[in-house]
């Protein structure tokens, strides 16, 4: 079934459901968070429902709303550059049931009147790295990419790679910015795969972190934000990508160089996998605005 009829079968059975309900939903997916934040809101009155006797199937009315209206906004998410939700679904790799158990493994806030009390509404969080490791299907690690010829290089505690500016795009002529996925990949400049999702250890987790430059340029001896050294430690590898790649410009390409100083030692291989790797993207990439309905 094509993807785009699959959205249109949704926002049919939501139609049909709700009848003449005002309800809508809002939020924004902020990859730097790795959330996607959601605000569910109805219109009391359209859906006939008077207080303080129909606050319960309010309630119902609003939480059946929200796995509705969440299911299109799940269906867009990047999966990797050339791939979204929606395009897994199309292909029989997810069901529905699973986007729906995704949803409902947000995290909630108990629905509220509005002041003036003619709505109601809900705030629902979905953490993406939940959605990451459900897509995790590997039960063993490809090993990283080794190389013949290991030149010397020190042991780091993480990756950074920055590429927040413009790129030269893979096979083509012109630029794009980066933008975040679920699974993106690393080059070399000789294309060369040096990472992507199989070479995970584990599969409760994400292999990339997203961070904007602000975030390594920290008031502190390594420059780090606190949440970054978190991940990547106090004595990360710095690199600046050199190109992009993809349907979708999600893959980055380091120099060759740079690539080696990685792969060159154990300790250094073993930091793709365990996801100790953060992407420095421009800030206009890092969060967009979702919704649907009202």
Not at 78 to 83: A, F, N
Not at 208 to 231: D, H, K, M, T
Request: charged fraction near 15%.
């Amino acid at each position: 079934m094509d993807k785009f009829l699959v959205i249109i079968l949704i926002l049919a059975v939501t139609a049909g459901a709700f009848g003449q309900a005002n309800i809508g939903i809002s939020g924004t997916v902020e990859w730097d968070k790795m959330r996607l934040n959601t605000q569910v809101l109805m219109d009391l009155s359209s859906a006939g429902i008077r207080l303080p006797a129909g606050r319960t199937q309010g309630e119902a009315l609003l939480s059946a709303g929200y796995l509705n209206l969440i299911q299109p906004c799940l269906l867009g998410l990047q999966v990797d550059s050339s791939s979204t939700i929606a395009d897994l679904i199309d292909r029989g790799e997810l069901t529905l049931a699973q986007t729906e158990a995704i949803a409902l493994g947000a995290n909630s806030v108990a629905p509220a009147l509005s002041h003036d009390m003619r709505s109601i509404f809900a705030t629902h969080s979905i953490n993406l790295v939940n959605i990451s490791s459900a897509l995790l299907r590997h039960n063993r690690p490809t090993p990283v990419t080794r190389t013949l010829n290991p030149v010397s290089t020190a042991n780091y505690t993480g990756i950074v790679i920055i590429a927040a500016d413009n790129l030269p795009v893979h096979g083509m002529r012109g630029t794009a910015l980066p933008v975040p996925c679920l699974f993106p990949k690393i080059w070399d400049g000789e294309m060369n795969l040096i990472y992507e999702r199989s070479m995970l250890e584990t599969r409760n987790g994400t292999m990339v972190r997203y961070s904007s430059l602000e975030n390594i340029f920290a008031n502190n001896p390594s420059g780090l934000s606190p949440e970054l050294q978190q991940i990547v430690g106090e004595r990360p590898l710095r690199i600046f990508a050199s190109g992009v790649f993809g349907i979708k410009p999600t893959d980055l390409i380091i120099d060759r160089n740079d690539a080696l100083l990685i792969i060159s030692s154990e300790e250094n291989r073993r930091l793709l996998s365990q996801g100790k790797v953060v992407f420095v993207l421009d800030d206009s990439v890092l969060s967009y605005e979702i919704s649907a309905g009202l």
